[in-house]
């Protein structure tokens, strides 16, 4: 297993492990199922400069989550997964994203766990 894979890995559990927090100074971030009043968890790994967990209490984008842990850091290669809680992922290229606007860019959802290579 190569070494940024292990370390990706081992932050995504201390972020699962760790007790939830809100990103960016109290921000509370998100897209839950459940209906109003209802929030859920997403986690972002990797590549950014401030690993983070997210309370999710209202639809979040992608790239929104990605600027609320610090954004990306030098070592960012440009490829986010989305790993979801059934078990399914989906794979995204930031030079994609960066051209789409608005409806093509993804919703976080509860459980996801989103991972910057």
Known sequence: MK??????????LFLIASPPVAAAGGRQMA??????GACGRAAVAGAVRSPSR??????????????????LSRRA?????????DGSYDTYRLKDLRREKGGAIPH?????IVSVR
């Open 3 to 12: 070494v940024s894979r292990l370390f990706s890995c081992l932050s995504i």
């Open 54 to 71: 997210l309370h999710l209490c209202r639809r979040v984008r992608l790239g929104e989550a990605l600027a609320a842990a610090g954004s």
């Open 108 to 112: 976080l959802l509860d459980g996801d």
């Open 77 to 85: 290669e440009g490829v986010v997964q989305v790993l979801h809680a």
């Open 31 to 36: 897209a839950p199922r459940g209906g109003p």
